[in-house]
């Protein structure tokens, strides 16, 4: 019988440590929200989408190319669990140019999240860092839009951007 339970034990700390690493490093969503606040008198990020990103992928939250390229935008699906402001972080999009093709470039990057519990969260830090929150978000069409193949849970889900042209509109 104590064989059965120190198995049973050890069975649930490696369930509890499995879980525990599939939830991203706090870092990583440091780095992210760093690279969505504005810097002070500017329409300018105070850190860089791409190096947030590129930490995600060097993880192996996502993959090394985005699941798509749009117009100006890369749009990266979460293959793992992530949390950002206490919500499951589902998408990652970063909003640049390398290349000219037409107009209307904004740099920036974006997130999706399946919402857990109030947005309050969101909708602050959106305030405060000239962003525009998107909340409900029809994810399924947005991503379709986008040419982006996927199903998603049914949820609630909500959209942060945090691109130049959200920045400069007029509060």
């Not at 602050?124 to 929150?133: D, E, G, I, K, V």
């Amino acid at each position: 019988m104590p064989e059965c339970r120190s198995s049973r034990l050890l069975g649930a700390l490696l369930l509890a440590a499995c879980c525990a690493s599939a939830v991203a490093d706090p870092a990583l969503e440091t780095e992210l929200a760093h690279a969505l606040h504005l810097k002070k008198g500017t329409t300018d990020r105070v850190g860089t989408s791409g190096k947030a990103i590129a930490a995600y992928v060097r993880e192996g939250y996502m993959g090394k190319r985005p699941d798509q390229r749009f117009d100006y935008t890369d749009y990266y699906l979460l293959k793992k669990p992530a949390r950002f402001m206490g919500h499951e972080l589902v998408l990652i999009e970063e909003e640049y140019i390398t290349q000219y093709i037409g107009c209307c470039v904004s740099p920036g990057a974006g997130v999706t999240v399946k919402v857990r519990g109030s947005t309050q969260n969101l909708q602050a830090f959106a305030s405060a860092q000239r962003c525009t929150l998107t909340d409900p978000v029809d994810v399924q069409h947005a991503l379709s839009e986008v040419a982006i193949r996927t199903r998603l849970p049914k949820g609630h889900y909500a959209s942060l951007s945090c691109r130049e042209r959200d920045a400069e509109r007029e509060e």
